[in-house]
Antibody
Framework: EIQLVESGGGLAQPGRSLRLSCAASGFTFDDYAMHWVRQPPGKGLEWVSGISWNSGSIDYADFVKGRFTISRDNAKKSLYLQMNSLRPEDMAFYYC???????????????WGRGTLVTVSS | SYVLSQPPSVSVAPGQTARITCGGDNIGSNSVHWYQQKPGQAPVLVVYADSDRPSGIPERFSGSNSGNTATLTISRVEAGDEADYYCQVWDTSDDHYVFGTGTKVSVL
């Protein structure tokens, strides 16, 4: 079955760290770029970060640049998001999304995981 | 940064047609994609590249894009179409992905 399953969400205090993981199955993982998209509870979708098929291209939204790091392990068919210096405004559901192409650039997200909730509170 | 504006809500009776707009500066020069998100679920791609449908998406879902407005049209609306809908483009000015503000479709 083609699917993405996120894990690693939970409660973190402001300034602390969390690492999200996304396990892929049912498709050739290293043929596609992968992304993280987040959604604060009750609000809209926000693109967070993307990584090309071979990790050669990486990009971040301005609001996480310097704090979050995206990475992937093609052998393990897994995507990661290291989140440091967490802020209350980072609280959201974080979705792993498969991209329509191998590289970053124009395209769309054609498969999404169910998401993992990150709560940032003291 | 590039802004995509959508109406907060659209209401439609079963069997009628719902039209959801996505406004952006010269959006017609971009490729627009649309996602459906039902409560408590992950988004699902329903239209890509302005007007193409992924496999498994009913023909009732269609899209168009011209000038400053892209439109997702849902024909013969069913109760199961009740959801939030988001448009999305690639912003070439800063190489980032942009989502619209989202539209809640309610079936009367």
């Amino acid at each position: 079955e083609i699917q993405l399953v996120e894990s690693g969400g939970g409660l973190a205090q402001p300034g602390r760290s969390l690492r999200l993981s996304c396990a892929a199955s049912g498709f050739t993982f290293d043929d596609y770029a992968m992304h993280w998209v987040r959604q604060p509870p009750g609000k809209g979708l926000e693109w967070v970060s993307g990584i090309s098929w071979n990790s050669g291209s990486i990009d971040y939204a301005d609001f996480v640049k310097g704090r979050f790091t995206i990475s992937r392990d093609n052998a393990k068919k897994s995507l990661y998001l290291q989140m440091n210096s967490l802020r209350p405004e980072d609280m959201a559901f974080y979705y792993c999304a498969k991209f329509s192409a191998a590289g970053l650039g124009s395209g769309y997200f054609d498969l999404w995981g169910r998401g993992t909730l990150v709560t940032v509170s003291s | 940064s590039y802004v995509l504006s959508q109406p907060p809500s659209v209401s439609v009776a079963p069997g009628q047609t719902a039209r959801i707009t996505c406004g952006g500066d010269n959006i017609g020069s971009n490729s627009v994609h649309w996602y459906q998100q039902k409560p408590g679920q992950a988004p699902v791609l329903v239209v890509y590249a302005d007007s193409d449908r992924p496999s498994g998406i009913p023909e009732r879902f269609s899209g168009s894009n011209s000038g400053n407005t892209a439109t997702l049209t849902i024909s013969r609306v069913e109760a199961g179409d009740e959801a939030d809908y988001y448009c999305q483009v690639w912003d070439t000015s800063d190489d980032h992905y942009v989502f619209g503000t989202g539209t809640k479709v309610s079936v009367l």
